[in-house]
């Protein structure tokens, strides 16, 4: 099995730069991707691959790995990025299995 | 505009089988690369991968919940289809269905549907 590991909550003031983590072995083998998610909606996709965002997303959010860590960059927070953010992988048991890390609450001051 | 929507039940019994239907527009379920997962999320808790199936009825089920679980699809329909056996109030939770793209070895999940919350209680 595998697991991701993330910080319950981060937070940030209105215009500066925030790293969201993640860390899992699956993360040496696999690209994580990320996901928004606001109070009562469904999660959005902001980051997959080595750092490719869907169009809509500001791109003041990237991406970023190294070793078994994947980060969620986002380079001056606003307001509206306060939500919830998720990593998730690939399993690294070579099945093709999916995991999700716990979550990281992100606060903009 | 790819879209996903679930339904189902929105109240089960213990021990009872659940059956969640997404139904797909915009794509197709016979496009290679890509296919649908189910996700849950119980209230004020993590998201949590469940199962996916792909154009070529490759299936994959969550670990710890392999046995209760059963994927299957219907490109005609454009119906992706999870059942859940023996429901439990733990069980409790909003279930998404959400397109799978796996145009390389680290997939990713989009678009996502609305999610369908099922409750699980006598």
């Known amino acids: 099995s595998s697991e991701l590991t993330q910080d319950p909550a981060v937070s940030v003031a209105l215009g500066q730069t925030v790293r969201i983590t993640c860390q899992g072995d699956?993360?040496?083998?696999?690209?994580a991707s990320w996901y928004q998610q606001k109070p009562g909606q469904a999660p959005v996709l902001v980051i997959y691959?080595?750092?490719n965002r869907p169009s809509g997303i500001p791109d003041r959010f990237s991406g970023s790995s190294s070793g078994n860590t994947a980060s969620l960059t986002i380079t001056g927070a606003q307001a509206e990025d306060e939500a919830d953010y998720y990593c998730n992988s690939r399993d690294s048991s070579g099945n093709h299995l999916n995991v999700f890390g716990g979550g990281t609450k992100l606060t903009v001051l | 505009q790819v879209t996903l929507k679930e339904s189902g039940p929105v109240l089960v019994k213990p021990t009872e089988t659940l059956t969640l239907t997404c139904t797909v527009s915009?794509?197709?379920?016979?496009?290679?690369?890509?296919?649908v997962s189910w996700i849950r999320q119980p209230p004020g808790k993590a998201l949590e991968w469940l199962a996916h199936?792909?154009?070529?009825?490759?299936?994959s089920y969550s670990t710890s919940l392999k046995s209760r679980l059963t994927i299957s699809k219907d490109t005609s329909k454009s119906q992706v289809v999870l059942t859940m056996t023996n429901m439990d109030p733990v069980d409790t939770a909003t279930y998404y269905c959400?397109?799978?793209?796996?145009?390389?070895?680290?997939?990713?999940?989009?678009?996502w549907g609305q999610g369908t919350l099922v409750t699980v209680s006598s």
């Open positions: 959400a397109r799978i793209n796996a145009y390389s070895s680290s997939p990713w999940f989009d678009p």
């Open positions: 699956s993360l040496r083998s696999y690209y």
């Open positions: 915009g794509f197709s379920l016979s496009n290679a690369r890509m296919g």
């Open positions: 691959g080595k750092n």
């Open positions: 199936i792909f154009s070529n009825d490759e299936k």
